[in-house]
């Protein structure tokens, strides 16, 4: 039996929660996370057009098992 792609969690290095869960990031989902930060850490300024490196910046990556 072969294990499907991994996935990832996306934790937000300001709360500590997960915010997003993925085998890849798409454009919707690294929307998501600057929406979080946008909305929820107001003094983190993360543009609307932040780039990926920008964007994962604020969130800590893990490999979920």
Do not use: N
Not at 6 to 32: M, N
Not at 45 to 60: H, I, K, N, S, Y
Request: positive net charge; aromatic residues 4%.
């Amino acid at each position: 039996m072969t294990a499907g792609p991994p996935s990832y969690h996306a934790t937000c290095q300001h709360c500590g929660r997960v915010i997003v869960t993925a085998e890849r990031f798409t454009d919707a989902k690294l929307a998501r996370l600057r929406d979080h930060v946008r909305q929820a850490h107001r003094h983190e300024a993360v543009p609307t057009d932040a780039g990926v490196a920008e964007t994962l910046r604020q969130f800590a990556m893990e490999r979920v098992p």
